[in-house]
């Protein structure tokens, strides 16, 4: 029943649910593309905050080899690890990655930590009562470089490359969900906020224990991967070769097809802009990005409008942004290469703030 249920919620109703994308196809998948959807699907599901970078295939054999290296595979508490995942999405406004993520940790009975998760009330007293406070308190503090709790980590240096890998890893995750998903990767009943504990509670049981209890090698999704210099951001990275290798390949893949589909105009004016980012929030209004945009030509203000908001506020990218980007880049790749370009350069700044252990 489990297998069928995950056929029906993760390649069936979840794909419809893409948004800006033409709905990707999975049978016909080739080369690649078919090797790491059959891994991913093998080693945790055919999720689609993965398989959404399909129009770019190695751009997702990166993005895979992300999250399997630093969530699923190696010697660290999974759950753990999930926890720091849904902490991380609740900082980022990403409410399908808090379902998907507290799900995991449900599944293996810490009902408390999921309800608590779900709430994302990191301030809760009720945290310091739990086995994964401390794990929580830190990545809760991922926005706040030179603090004390983000600087003091609690992780073992063995566990250090995971956890901090897992953290950075969803600042990039909830960026691209916010932008191409909707609020939750299960079916929405009538009477969703009746039926919303129920239907969690039935995630955990049917996805989140099976995939929470699988003991995956570390590095096998690094066949994908070209040899790549890993950037100085992910230096505490380096004492796990599989969590290292990942983000170096990542980042190659993502560089590589921003070559192609975003120019240096705008890739500059991002970068220069996240260098001053301090982790504050954007403001609602979208004035700021306008401003930021501003010394762009007019070709280019669409694509930098939208790779600004991915970085900054991806949950304010909504169908007009895209539609202006779409007037100047047509085809799938071309989208799909922006956001994930944009995402993975505030990730790459987020990750500069963290300590080296």
Known sequence: MSNWLEKRVFWDEARRR????????YSTTRDLARD??????RDFQAATPVTLHLPEPRVMAGVWAVFRESTLAGPVDRAQREAVASTVSSLNRCPFC???????????????VADLLLEGKFADPKWKETEYGDAVRWA??????????????????GSTP?????????????????????????????????????????????FGQPSIQKQLSPGD???????????????????APNVAAAYAGANAAINDAADRWVSPAVRETLIDHLQA??????????????????????????????????ARASFQVDGGIVKNFR?????????????????????????SWLPLK
């Open 18 to 25: 893409v948004r800006y994308l033409q709905l990707p196809d």
């Open 36 to 41: 790491v959807i059959d891994q991913a699907d």
């Open 98 to 112: 808090v379902d998907a993520h507290s799900v995991m940790v449900r599944g293996v009975g810490k009902h408390e």
């Open 140 to 157: 809760a503090a991922t926005y706040l470089p030179k603090s004390a709790e983000l600087l003091n980590s609690p992780f073992s240096a």
């Open 162 to 206: 995971y956890m901090f890998g897992t953290a950075v890893g969803f600042h990039y995750v909830n960026r691209m969900v916010n932008v191409f998903l909707n609020d939750s990767p299960f079916p929405q009943p009538p009477f969703k906020k009746l039926m919303a504990p129920l239907v969690h509670r039935v995630a955990g049981r049917f």
């Open 221 to 239: 999704s690094l066949t994908f991967l070209n040899d790549a210099e890993l950037p100085k951001e992910f230096a505490w990275a380096e004492s």
């Open 277 to 310: 980012w301090k982790g504050e929030a954007a403001p609602m209004s979208r004035e700021w990005v306008a401003d930021a945009v501003s010394s762009l030509s007019e070709a280019d203000r669409p694509a930098g409008t939208l790779a600004f908001l991915v």
């Open 327 to 351: 007037r100047q880049a047509l085809s799938d790749a071309a989208l799909v290469a922006t956001c994930a370009w944009a995402s993975f350069q505030a990730m790459r700044r987020i990750a």
